[in-house]
C-alpha cells in the first residue's frame, strides 16, 4: 500500500506514538501501582543488555518511558541533572535505580564540523567508534564502570565523558545498536522500532512542517537524503532483532491517512522469551472485537495473531489496526492475550493507563511497546533467579567440600 | 463465486454429507455414551415440535441418525417395521422412544398419477394438504394421537393412514414445514438445510450420474425443470427458520470442487436459544488452527464466527470450511465453541465419533447438524424444565387453596 500525500495526509492529531513528545527527563516517580523490582544490582547478577534500534524522530522516549514505568524504581531521570539545567545540554543517558537508557549517539566517532569534512551521515557506521561501544558494552555486562562519550545534540560537539555505574537494565538505543557482530553478541534482547515510510513522512510533516514551520520540499528532500544510508545501514537491522514493532498505515480504510496498524513481530527460539499470542497458540486469528465491549472511532479496530516467516525465521506476530475510544476497555483485549508476562490480569491495562497521555496510548504503538516492555522485565527476571539458583548452587558445592 | 462444470466436478468422495446414504433406517441401538433422556412424554409435558425444511436428496437422513443420536432412546427405527420388510414400502416416519420424524411428502394432496392431470409438482404448496397438516401438528403438539396418511415414494401412491403417537420430540422435515402460517405457528424450533446450486449439482451428478448412469444433460434438465417451484416455494421459508446450515463451495481453492464451506446461521432472540460462537462473543472471529493441533487435507481448514444480518434478522454465525484428517481432533475445535448445549467438554466430539462413518463427519455438515441437534434437545430439557416447575407450582397452591 502507497500513501498518496493529500491534504488529508497534512493533519492528524495523537498518532505520532513513537514521534518526539513534549514529555523531557525530568524527575519522575513510577507510579506506585507498579510493581517495583530489586533496586541494586544483586549480587552475582550482571547487567541484562537491551539493544533498541530506530532511526531518529521515531519516538524512543516514549517507548522508554514505557519501559522504565514498567520496570519500576524509585528515580527517574536523565544522568546528572536534567536538560532544564542552566548551560543547556548535559547528558543523552536516562537512569532510574534499575535501568540506565544509553543512547548510541554518544559513539558518533566525530563532531558536527568532522563530518562535514567526511562528508559522511551520522547514519554511516564510519562514523560511529563500534570499539569503543564493543569494549563499554562488554564491560558494563560485566558489572564494571565505564566512562563514556556525549554526543551534544544542540551544538553538535562531543562533550566532556560521563560515569556510568552498571544498573541491572542497560538499554543502548539508537541506529546501530546491532551492526556490529561484537556488540550484537552481547546483547540479551534486540528491538526494531519499525516505521513505514508513509508514517515516518506523516510524522516528520507533523512534527517539521506544522510545529516548526518547515516547507513540504525541503522535509521530502530530507528525507531522501538519509534514505540510502538509512536502507544500507539501519534498516537491516531488523532481520537480526528478536522484535520487530512495525508501524503502517491502517488496513481498515484506504482513505484514512491518520489511523496505525502496528504489528509486534516476535522471533521463536529466543532463549527465555515465550511469544505472545491471542486466543490460541500456533492458531492464525483474526479478530474484530465485540463493539459492545470495546468502543473505538472509526474506521473501527482489528487484531490478529499467528505465525509467519520474517526474513526466513519463524515469528509469531500480534497486529492492532485502529484506535481505542476507552483505554479502560483494553482489559478486554488483555483478555484475549496470552504470554504478556504480566504478573496478574490486568497490569497490562494498568500499564497503559499510567501513561494515558503518551502519544500512542491508544494505539497499538502503546500496545506493542508495553507488551515489549513486559517482555523485557521478564527476561530480566528469569536472568537474576539463574544467577541467584546458579549461586546458591556454587556456596552449597563450597561448603560441601 | 461460480462452479464451472469440469471432469474435476465429476469426481468427489465423501462430500455428499446432506446426500442419501446407504443408511436405512433399521432398527439402532443409541451408542451407550450418549445421555439418555427420559423415555416416555413426562406427565403435563406436551411435545416439542421442530421443522427441519430442505429440497429431496440434501441428506436429511443423515441428519435424522445424528438428531436420534444425540436424542437418546433404546429403539430407533421405523415405525411398523423396515424399508427392507417383505412387500416393500411401509412408511417414511422414523420413531424411537423419544422422537417421531415425521417426512411432510405423506401430506401430499395429489398421488403421482393425481400431480399428471394438474400439471403441478410436488413443490406447488396446491399439491400439499396443509389444512391436514397443521391439524395434525396441532393435535401432536397437544398430545393426541393422529392417523397420519402415507405417502408411498416406490409407486406415487398414497397408502392406508398410519398411527402416529406423540413422543417428546417430533420433527417434520420436508418441503414445506415452514410455508403455512398456521404450522409454523406451532413450531418450536426451525431448521433450513440451505445447499448451494453448485453443491447440489455436485451432489446429484455423484448420485444419478455416476451410480445411476444418469446423463449429465438429463440431470441439468431436471434440475432446471424444479427451479421455479423451488425458489417460489421452498427457499422463502428460510428467511422465517430460527437456524439455516448453508452448504457451500469452499474458499479456500477456487480451483476446489469437493471441499465444502459449511454456514450455520443462527436467529438471535429466539427464545430458550442461545447461538454458539467461538472464542468471544459479540466479535468477528477468522480462524486458521493450529496445524499443530488439527491436521487437515489440502486446502486446509478456516473456521468463522461473528454476528451478521440474515435477510434483515440478526443473526450469529458459526462458519467451517475445510476438512478434518482426524476427527479425534475436533476435540480442539470444541474447546473454542461456547454455547455448544453440550453437558460436558467432549460430547461434540463423542457425538462426532459415534459417528464416524456418516457422510459428512469430516466435514462442516456434520458438524453444524451435530450442533443443531445439541440445540434441540437443549430446548427441549428447557421447555421440560418450565412444565415441571408450573405443574409444582400449580400442585403447591392448589394444596394451599
Not at 533496586?39 to 547487567?47: F, H, K, N, Q
Request: charged share 25%; aromatic share 8%; with cysteine.
Amino acid at each position: 500500500m502507497k500513501f498518496c500525500l493529500s491534504v488529508a495526509a497534512l493533519s492528524f492529531g495523537s498518532v505520532a506514538a513513537f514521534a518526539p513528545s513534549a514529555f523531557t527527563y525530568n524527575t519522575m516517580k513510577a507510579p506506585a501501582s507498579s510493581s517495583s523490582l530489586n533496586m541494586a544490582l544483586p549480587e552475582g547478577v550482571t547487567p541484562i543488555i537491551i539493544g533498541v534500534a530506530a532511526d531518529s524522530g521515531c519516538g524512543k522516549s516514549t517507548f522508554m518511558r514505557r519501559l522504565t514505568n514498567i520496570f519500576g524504581g524509585d528515580v527517574v531521570g536523565p544522568l546528572g541533572g536534567g536538560f532544564g539545567a542552566p548551560g543547556g545540554w548535559e547528558t543523552n543517558t536516562l537512569v532510574s535505580d534499575l535501568t540506565t537508557v544509553i543512547c548510541l549517539d554518544d559513539y558518533h566517532l566525530n563532531d558536527r564540523n568532522g563530518r562535514k569534512v567526511t562528508g559522511l551521515t551520522a547514519l554511516n557506521p564510519l562514523e560511529n567508534n563500534f570499539d569503543l561501544m564493543y569494549e563499554q558494552v562488554k564491560a558494563l555486562k560485566e558489572g564494571k564502570t565505564v566512562s563514556k562519550p556525549i554526543y551534544n545534540h544542540v551544538n553538535g560537539t562531543l562533550d566532556t565523558p560521563e560515569t556510568i555505574e552498571p544498573t541491572p537494565i542497560i538499554i543502548f538505543e539508537g541506529l546501530h545498536p546491532m551492526h556490529d557482530d561484537r556488540v550484537r553478541d552481547l546483547l540479551d534482547f534486540t528491538l526494531y522500532l519499525d516505521i513505514s515510510p508513509d508514517v515516518k513522512l506523516n510524522w516528520k510533516i507533523q512534527r517539521d512542517m506544522e510545529e516548526r514551520g518547515h516547507s513540504l520540499e525541503s522535509i521530502m528532500a530530507s528525507i531522501e537524503a538519509r534514505k540510502p544510508d538509512f536502507d544500507a545501514y539501519i534498516d537491516p537491522q531488523k532481520k537480526l532483532s528478536d522484535m520487530i514493532i512495525e508501524v503502517l498505515p491502517t488496513n481498515l480504510d484506504k482513505e484514512d491517512k491518520k489511523t496505525l496498524r502496528v504489528r509486534c513481530i516476535q522471533k521463536e527460539g529466543v532463549p527465555d522469551f515465550a511469544p505472545c499470542y491471542l486466543f490460541d497458540s500456533g492458531s492464525t486469528i483474526e479478530w474484530t472485537p465485540s463493539p459492545e465491549k470495546l468502543s473505538s472511532p472509526a474506521p473501527g479496530i482489528k487484531l490478529k495473531s499467528g505465525p509467519e516467516e520474517y526474513f526466513g525465521s519463524k515469528c509469531q506476530v500480534v497486529e492492532m489496526d485502529g484506535n481505542f475510544d476507552n483505554l479502560q476497555e483494553l482489559v478486554y483485549i488483555e483478555s484475549a492475550l496470552s504470554n504478556t508476562k504480566t504478573k496478574f490480569y490486568g497490569e497490562l491495562t494498568q500499564a497503559m493507563l499510567a501513561l494515558a497521555d503518551a502519544p500512542g496510548s491508544n494505539n497499538g504503538t502503546g500496545l506493542m511497546q508495553t507488551l515489549a516492555a513486559f517482555a523485557i522485565r521478564d527476561l530480566y527476571e528469569k536472568k537474576s533467579a539463574q544467577a541467584a539458583k546458579a549461586k546458591k548452587e556454587s556456596t552449597t558445592a563450597a561448603a560441601a567440600a
